[in-house]
């Protein structure tokens, strides 16, 4: 079987180790961090001194909304959407950035600082090759 691809590959990738991470790139000049490799100038300072990083796979439940209805449209996931469906912004360990993600981890347990680890999950399949995204899990 052929190998699972990113969504989107700016922003999510193989760490050396094989392991999904989210990707993004620090600034040489200010120090700012980013998400998303997409990028190439800072948007703190407008340098181009921009080095790409990993930026790990850990995180905090900073806030979150609660899906109830299953969003419109045509989808081609690879499940039906569920419903209720946690939406979170996590702030990633030691980054000073904070992601918005689909939040795995059944309703009644979200609080705001629950600790949650990055999750690879096939979102549909392209040619037989795995499509994968991302969301957190309870960690």
């Not at 979150?64 to 702030?91: C, Y």
């Not at 009644?108 to 999950?121: K, M, Q």
């Amino acid at each position: 079987m052929t190998d699972a691809r990113s969504v989107a590959p700016t922003f999510l990738g193989r760490s050396s180790s094989g392991r999904w991470q989210l990707l993004g790139r620090r600034c040489g000049d200010c120090g700012e961090t980013l998400f998303g490799r997409d990028d190439v100038l800072c948007l703190r300072c407008g340098s181009d001194a921009l080095a790409d990083i990993g930026l790990g796979d850990r995180g905090t439940l900073w806030a979150f909304t609660v899906l109830r209805n299953p969003p419109p449209g045509d989808r081609r996931a690879a499940a039906i959407s569920r419903v209720p469906q946690p939406l979170g912004l996590v702030e990633l360990d030691g980054m000073a950035v904070r992601v918005m993600a689909r939040i795995d981890v059944d309703v009644d347990r979200l609080e705001i600082g629950l600790p949650l680890r990055l999750a690879g999950s096939e979102l549909y399949v392209d040619g037989g090759a795995p499509v994968v995204g991302y969301s957190f899990e309870e960690a």
